[in-house]
């Protein structure tokens, strides 16, 4: 079967830092997301991408993130000033175009560590 | 807004054991029900899914129902195997297309 591709699985960064998450998406899928879980809390939405745009966002998703998909295969969360509340596992997924396909595809993390 | 509530882990059982993690919801309107399941080193996975009261979601001898009155969509399966060891997730889909995820169970089966 398909599968999202997220890299790095580990990021170890230093408060201030930026850091960029990196997920492949596979191929024919049109909807992107990215979820973050705090260790031990709920898997929490984040962002979802759809025509080179954001489509919703959460309101954790402040001005400190912002999402690319440069080349149309990559898709990316950046983070420009790491904070250490900002320690967590982040998960990408993507999902087909059709309405009635809700079925979302998911990485297997990136778990960044902001010391 | 949309919720769910899952049963603290980990869930720790003996092969061949019957399962249930509870899942309550909150929610306006009729959501969609879902569990994922995440293996270890794996992204989640969508197990089953329910769109709407009374249905009863199924995959790999995992059930369950949505039941409105009580607002629930408990995972159950009669007879858990090693392999079943994952951290499940329930999750629900309202309006929108953005599904919202409880914290997840851990489930761990003992041989």
């Known amino acids: 079967e398909p599968e999202v591709t997220q890299t790095p699985s580990h990021q170890v960064t230093q408060m201030g830092q930026e850091v960029i998450l990196r997920c492949v998406p596979i191929?024919?899928?049109?909807?992107f997301y990215w979820y973050r879980q705090i260790l031990g809390q709920k898997v929490e939405f984040l962002v979802s991408?759809?025509?080179?745009?954001?489509?919703?966002k959460s309101e954790i998703f402040d001005d400190q993130f912002s999402v690319e998909r440069p080349d149309g295969s990559n898709f990316t969360l950046k983070i420009r000033s790491t904070k250490l509340e900002d320690s967590a596992m982040y998960f990408c997924a993507s999902r087909e175009a059709s309405v009635t396909n809700e079925k979302l595809f998911f990485g297997s993390g990136t778990q960044l560590s902001v010391l | 807004g949309n919720s769910v509530t899952q049963m603290e882990g980990p869930v720790t059982l003996s092969e061949e054991a019957f399962l249930t993690i509870n899942c309550t919801y909150t929610?306006?309107?009729?959501?969609?029900l879902f569990w994922y399941v995440q293996y270890p080193g794996e992204g989640l996975q969508l197990l089953l899914k329910?769109?709407?009261?009374?249905d009863k979601g199924s995959n790999k001898g995992f059930e369950a129902t949505y039941r409105k009155e009580t607002t629930s969509f408990h995972l159950e399966k009669g007879s858990v195997q090693v392999s079943d060891s994952a951290v499940y997730f329930c999750a629900l889909r309202g309006g929108s297309y953005i599904p919202t995820f409880g914290r997840g169970t851990s489930l761990i089966v003992h041989p």
């Open positions: 991408f759809y025509n080179n745009e954001i489509s919703e």
């Open positions: 329910a769109t709407k009261a009374d």
């Open positions: 191929s024919n899928h049109l909807y």
């Open positions: 929610a306006t309107g009729y959501p969609s």
